[in-house]
């Protein structure tokens, strides 16, 4: 016969009506059913947002959010939202890239509310030699005055005859080897061999003639792009993310022009991060419920019951989304796996009562009597497991872990939404469609290979004991070296284009990716914490609004000066537009070359300029074969590559040459308002930089610089400054939250089993479970981070239902001369657990790696903990209240 648990309390005789009334009007529960999951599915998809930002996964209360929020009010532009990363094989290339870029972005105002940069800037354009230090400004006009004579002869004749005829004149010169040649020859002889081939190399005369002002990397430019935000769409990015992508298809932006354009930006991060975790969730919920439908079968080997099962989830999911859409109003980058949680903790009610169901059929009892009676039996334990799993999702609710704490109302709520429908839709789509009792009675193992494994925890229940402690010594050995991995980019795809680029800025000091800010009431007081600031030993510059001022003014505007006395008038010509030209005698001038470079050559044997003739020499000589193969227009076709690759980018650093002649005295009023606002608030705040001197590329660096930082200034706020307080507030969190739930649950278990003895022997193996886990995590080397951290809670809840279950089924089985694990209850935790660490484990299957650290850890929880409920358990039981004979 079929053990029934409690049989006559009020709470089992309730369950037991309500069942048989959800049985009675089964037709018209389902038709509620029905007509209520379409409102609230329709309420749900048209009210539930996602909120990508994670700025917002913890309090705006934490004093340092606060600090954050002041600084977003008064600077709005730091941080435009997205960053176009342009690089060029040459300065021009990128320049030019950039220009074009620019001014087709500025174009789509509906898409893209600010586009700047800095080197398209008139105000970069005309003053970008004042901020070159004065020896090297000095140094480039020594250089651009000894170059006059050829830019002259350029700059009157930009042809492919003006460039080789200066090429001939200094190769043929009787003071030919004073001068390095080399620079010149050998970018020459690449770009003929390119225009041979049918290729295109662009030469850098910014490199040629060493003039380029240039702030970072020389081939490296940015774009800052303040994008339009849809937040009625999903991706609120999506649109001006898909316009930019066009924009840079159309210009035809790519490598084969010698140009690679990257996107990355606070915003591109997030749209990226959203993408990864909407597929790789949606990929691992319908994973998770194949899973589900699989595990189900094998449990409960009836197709009928087993659709009902999922109806009844469904219908739960779509419950919860909708109290999720009232309650909290949006998802976040964690709570959005709540679909997957709901799954894998959900089924658990509906697959209690079916084996107990099943286990009532293999006992005699009829179908319309088993299942009031099985719900009678484990509708209690049904609600303890919506209460203890609750627990470890309500127990963040206090913390300032906004972003576990809304995933922790949302899937707690969703516990009790799950128990809720168990023991209503599930009753009533069994009785419409009610399976073979003959196929799903359930009858006990026998007694053969598995009967013999069933009874192990009780035949070596020492040796299980003596395992249990090695186990736990060790596991305390391992736990010193979890560690919390605050870095949000972590839980990021390392090889999306945002976090790669953003990964390769960060790598480079010259290039502001992480710095600290810090407020000022006056220039005054500016000045003088830069100064304190630059004195840091990890500090590589602290910056205000003062230094983008020029320094030194007068001797530089002396030697531009100079400079334009010498080289305006060349440079200038009649002020039209340089235009390259074609002219008729262009091949000769270029084949006259080739016959005076072997002279040139035997001259110079032993000197790089030597051996870079040589290159072009060979060069020209291709070229003069690929002439005599050719005809007319194969002619036109070579030389327009060849003066595209040599001279496109000529008229442009000419242009350049003369906006930057026309220096003038600065001062803060004359700076531009977009670079103005972003130093100095409306309310006459002034902002200081701190850059750091060392890579910010880990958890080390990044406190060396914030203690030193904040040691001189502690009210300093940034980026690095959030990464690390973060962690701080979510290692908090978890330990608030795992007390709580661990005295919540512990007073339950008390009030529950009324035994303190009963109490520890179902704690020890949810303890065991909790230290072998964190052992994992160091033996995988998967730290906790802001999303997997709610494993440990999550597990103590879970563990519960699975002890508290166990334990109460045990008493009787111990009364009875049964064994526990051949009972419908062991079966039934067992693919509760089975079917819950699958569904965690396809989280795994995610692209995004805080969703797949989560589910690592907690499909290493479960296992550890459905071990330690199935083995250790039993043997504790065995000890406490005898083993079953037999």
């Not at 702030?215 to 999903?234: C, H, M, N, Q, Y």
């Not at 319309?368 to 609750?390: H, K, N, W, Y």
């Not at 710095?515 to 510059?541: C, F, H, I, P, Y």
């Not at 001259?603 to 690929?626: F, H, R, S």
Request: glycine residues 8%.
């Amino acid at each position: 016969m079929a053990q029934t648990i409690d049989s006559d309390t009020a709470l089992t005789r309730a369950l037991r009506a309500w069942v048989g009334l959800m049985q009675r009007r089964a037709a018209w529960v389902l038709a509620v059913a029905v007509v209520l999951g379409i409102g609230l599915g329709h309420y749900a998809w048209t009210h539930l947002s996602v909120d990508t930002n994670p700025e917002n996964m913890l309090s705006a209360q934490l004093p340092w959010r606060q600090a954050e929020h002041r600084m977003d009010q008064l600077f709005p532009d730091l941080d435009e939202g997205l960053v176009a990363v342009i690089d060029g094989s040459t300065p021009e290339v990128a320049d030019e890239a950039q220009r074009r870029l620019v001014e087709r972005l500025r174009a789509q105002p509906q898409q893209f509310l600010e586009v700047y940069a800095q080197q398209t800037d008139p105000y970069f354009r005309h003053n970008g030699f004042l901020y070159l230090d004065t020896p090297a400004l000095q140094k480039l006009a020594d250089g651009l005055n000894a170059a006059q004579p050829f830019l002259g002869a350029l700059t009157h004749d930009p042809s492919l005859h003006g460039l080789f005829t200066l090429l001939d004149r200094a190769a043929t010169s009787p003071a030919a080897g004073d001068f390095d040649l080399s620079p010149a020859l050998g970018q020459v002889a690449g770009g003929i061999d390119a225009a041979v081939a049918g290729r295109l190399q662009p030469l850098s005369w910014q490199t040629l003639m060493g003039t380029g002002v240039d702030l970072g990397d020389a081939t490296r430019r940015f774009v800052e792009i303040k994008p339009k935000l849809d937040f009625s769409l999903l991706f609120p990015t999506e649109e001006s993310i898909a316009a930019f992508r066009a924009t840079v298809a159309e210009l035809h932006l790519d490598k084969a022009q010698g140009v690679t354009v990257r996107l990355t930006g606070s915003k591109a991060l997030e749209h990226e991060e959203l993408k990864m975790a909407f597929s790789g969730g949606l990929k691992a919920f319908a994973v998770g419920l194949l899973m589900v439908v699989v595990l189900l079968y094998l449990a409960l080997r009836s197709g009928r019951l087993v659709v009902a099962a999922i109806i009844t989830l469904l219908f739960g999911l779509l419950v919860t989304a909708s109290f999720a859409a009232v309650a909290v109003g949006h998802l976040n980058l964690i709570s959005i796996a709540f679909s997957v949680l709901y799954v894998g903790l959900g089924i658990d009610y509906a697959l209690y009562l079916c084996m107990q169901y099943r286990e009532l059929l293999g006992g005699g009892l009829p179908q319309e009597q088993a299942l009031p009676r099985a719900a009678g039996d484990v509708g209690g334990f049904m609600m303890v497991c919506a209460a203890t799993t609750s627990l470890g999702f309500f127990a963040f609710i206090p913390t300032p872990f906004t972003g576990i704490a809304e995933l922790g109302i949302i899937s707690g709520a969703g516990m009790f939404i799950s128990l809720v429908v168990s023991l209503s839709l599930l009753p009533a789509l069994i009785s419409l469609f009610p399976p073979n009792a003959a196929q799903v009675k359930l009858s006990p193992p026998d007694q053969g290979l598995l009967g013999r494994v069933l009874n192990w925890p009780y035949k070596y229940a020492r040796a299980i004991w003596i395992g249990a402690a090695l186990l736990a010594v060790g596991s305390l050995l391992l736990a010193p070296k979890a560690r919390f991995d605050y870095d949000p980019i972590d839980l990021r795809d390392p090889n999306s284009e945002s976090v790669s680029t953003f990964r390769d800025l960060l790598r480079d000091p010259n290039i502001p990716t992480l710095t600290l800010s810090v407020l000022t009431d006056s220039t005054g007081q500016a000045k003088a914490m830069s100064q304190q600031l630059d004195k840091l030993l990890l500090v590589r510059r602290a910056i205000s609004l003062l230094d983008l001022v020029p320094s030194d003014q007068d001797t530089k505007l002396g030697i531009v000066g100079d400079l334009n006395l010498t080289l305006g008038p060349t440079l200038m010509g009649d002020g039209s537009p340089l235009k390259v030209a074609a002219r008729e005698d262009d091949y000769a001038t270029i084949h006259q070359l080739g016959a005076d470079l072997p002279a040139f050559i035997q001259q110079n044997q032993g000197k790089p300029a030597a051996a870079a003739a040589q290159k072009l020499l060979e060069a020209v000589q291709k070229l003069d074969a690929a002439w005599q193969q050719g005809d007319s227009a194969a002619h036109e076709q070579l030389l327009g590559r060849l003066r595209d690759g040599l001279l496109s980018a000529l008229p442009g650093q000419i242009d350049g040459l003369r906006d930057a002649l026309q220096a003038a005295p600065v001062t803060e009023q004359d700076l531009p308002p977009q670079i103005t606002r972003r130093w100095k608030s409306a309310d006459g705040q002034y902002r200081v930089e701190i850059w750091p001197k060392e890579v910010l590329d880990g958890p080390e660096p990044m406190e060396r610089f914030v203690t030193q930082v904040r040691g001189a200034a502690p009210k300093a706020t940034g980026g690095a400054i959030g990464y690390i307080e973060s962690g701080h507030a979510v290692v908090g969190a978890f330990r608030q939250a795992f007390v709580y739930s661990f005295i919540a649950i512990t007073i339950l278990l008390l009030v529950l089993l009324r035994s303190f003895a009963d109490m520890l022997l179902v704690l020890i193996p949810l303890l065991l479970a909790g230290l072998l886990t964190v052992a994992g995590s160091v033996l995988f080397n998967v730290p906790f981070n802001f999303a997997n951290v709610i494993a440990l809670p999550l597990i103590l809840g879970v563990g519960v239902d699975y002890g508290v279950y166990l334990a109460q089924r045990g008493r009787v089985a111990a009364s009875t001369n049964v064994n526990l694990l051949q009972t419908g209850t062991a079966r039934a935790v067992l693919f509760g657990a089975l079917i819950t660490t699958a569904n965690f484990g396809d989280l795994m299957l995610a692209k995004h790696p805080g969703i797949v650290s989560m589910g690592i850890l907690l499909t290493v929880g479960l296992s550890m903990t459905l071990i330690c409920a199935l083995v250790l358990l039993p043997s504790l039981l065995a000890w406490r209240y005898g083993k079953p004979k037999g």
